[in-house]
């Protein structure tokens, strides 16, 4: 599979759904990933990237954003309050917002700063104990207090239960979005983002399938 391969596929995703051609943004997954396989992606002319952890992304990114103009930085990982700051210095967007704690972090720092990223709220679409995110009956809620703080609310996002079919989380989340006003939804990764681009991604996470299998550091 290469960077090509997966965006013929979302191209041919959005045609079959009757979508717009470039309404789904592919958000190419580079954490754990070493610096020469993202320079080559950069290469290549992606811009759009995504991150699990602040503390990888301040050590990788500052470079590249130097060394290429127009980087579009996704956080799409947990995100601690302590590193909210160096996120919002330093990302476009937040996939993880996911209770209130880190939601009023995001609104003072905001105001601090003078600007913020666009946020996504993360729904725990399956209801798993060991996964962040906002209950969907809960939903409703946070969404209206992130509202109340002026936070820019773009969309939802999801990670389905490994075990289950992706497509009734996928409807789910739009459901909730739509409920809300919501167009942003950010939901798909290697193995199933036609099905979610059918149900109104707008982005779209993959990683491997562009730049091969993690590295992950020796301990």
């Known amino acids: 599979m290469s960077l090509q391969d997966i965006t013929a596929r979302i191209s041919k995703a959005e045609t079959a759904a009757g979508r717009p051609a470039g309404s789904v943004k592919l958000i190419a997954v580079s954490k754990v990933q070493p610096n020469e396989r993202v320079q080559a992606v950069l290469e290549q002319g992606h811009r759009c990237f995504g991150e699990n952890r602040v ?3 301040v050590g990788k990114w500052p470079g590249f954003m130097e060394q290429f103009a127009d980087i579009d930085l996704h956080l799409i990982g947990p995100l601690q309050t302590n590193k909210a700051r160096q996120a919002i210095e330093l990302v476009n967007s937040i996939h993880s917002v996911d ?3 880190l939601a009023k972090t995001l609104a003072r720092l905001a105001q601090e700063v003078g600007t913020c ?5 993360q729904v725990n679409t399956g209801e798993e104990d060991q996964k962040a995110g906002i209950l969907p009956a809960e939903a409703d809620t946070f969404i209206a207090e992130c509202r109340g703080l002026d936070l820019p ?3 939802l996002m999801c990670i389905p239960p490994v075990d289950e079919e992706p497509s009734l989380h996928f409807a789910l989340l739009a459901k909730i979005a739509e409920h809300n006003g919501l167009t ?3 939901m798909g990764m290697s193995g199933d983002f036609e099905q979610a681009i059918a149900l109104g991604a707008t982005h779209v996470r993959v990683g491997s399938a562009i730049f091969g299998e ?4 020796q301990e």
Do not use: H, M
Not at 214 to 217: A, E, G, L, S, T
């Open 153 to 155: 609310i773009q969309g």
């Open 55 to 57: 503390q990888e992304a």
């Open 214 to 217: 993690r590295v992950r550091p």
């Open 117 to 121: 990223p666009d946020l996504f709220i």
């Open 99 to 101: 209770r209130p704690k």
């Open 184 to 186: 942003g939804l950010s």
